[in-house]
């Protein structure tokens, strides 16, 4: 509140970040931007290149990917039981640990796998963020299975436009900003619905390979257009181009005033 009267703008990720800071009394003084990803870094790799990560890591069948944190608001759960429901198909699991391979969570995550009958199709990786581009190449499609918890809706998502990026089509739940970035209502489900996102991923798999280049090319156009760096940097110059102009006006408006109040 002290800040609110100082503040001439804020950003925000998201059309619900948008409307929240609206209702706060910033409306007017609000402009979403995307958070942008670099297009040198996620973009579409070699075929030799996607061989060598896939070699490394064991991946022979059809591959699908869940990158990010590995917390209970992310629903990975609910990927793996969706994906026990495909054990008539050959596919492979694999998982970014986030290095939280000793978190409660992720024993609780091995105990499901060893439940599911799941533990020769899932395949767990460590990355960084310079690296984890290889990975997303590495998958044919990605999975983002994440839920409202505890009142909080994603908020983002950065992985989806990342993913994309790479010329991968993204699966995503209907929680927070995920539908915005997809842009697509073709690979949106109801988050929290096991059957939904099992329907869906049954679907993605059911692709030939050249259905999933082109749907994720259209997804990489997507992605480099509106989410990339490059946009976010436009839309902070566009604005400060716009500010200043703004305020020089009104230092010329001020200005003007004072000379017409000024006796010769």
Request: contains cysteine.
């Amino acid at each position: 509140r002290r800040a609110q009267k100082g503040l001439s703008r804020v950003f925000t990720l998201s059309q619900l970040g948008t409307q929240s800071l609206e209702k706060m009394g910033f409306a007017g003084r609000v402009t979403q931007i995307p958070l942008g990803f670099d297009p040198s870094l996620f973009c579409p790799q070699s075929s030799d290149q996607v061989a060598q990560t896939r070699q490394r890591l064991g991946l022979r069948e059809k591959t699908v990917g869940y990158f990010g944190r590995l917390s209970p608001e992310k629903g990975i759960e609910l990927l793996l039981e969706a994906m026990a429901c495909q054990k008539d198909m050959r596919w492979q699991l694999m998982i970014d640990d986030f290095k939280n391979n000793h978190s409660e969570y992720f024993l609780g995550l091995k105990q499901r796998i060893r439940e599911y009958g799941l533990s020769d199709r899932v395949v767990f990786f460590g990355a960084s963020h310079e690296t984890i581009a290889d990975y997303m190449n590495a998958c044919h499609f990605a999975v983002l299975p994440s839920r409202t918890w505890q009142g909080r809706p994603e908020q983002y998502g950065r992985v989806v436009p990342e993913a994309m990026a790479c010329g991968k089509v993204v699966l995503g739940s209907s929680s927070g900003a995920i539908p915005e970035l997809l842009g697509n209502p073709r690979f949106i489900f109801e988050e929290g619905n096991v059957h939904a996102l099992s329907t869906l991923i049954r679907r993605t798999l059911l692709l030939t390979e050249e259905e999933l280049y082109e749907l994720g090319e259209r997804g990489r156009k997507r992605a480099l257009e509106h989410l990339s760096l490059t946009t976010q940097a436009q839309c902070f110059w566009e604005l400060l181009q716009k500010d200043e102009l703004h305020w020089k006006a009104s230092r010329q408006k001020d200005a003007l005033g004072f000379l017409q109040e000024t006796p010769s």
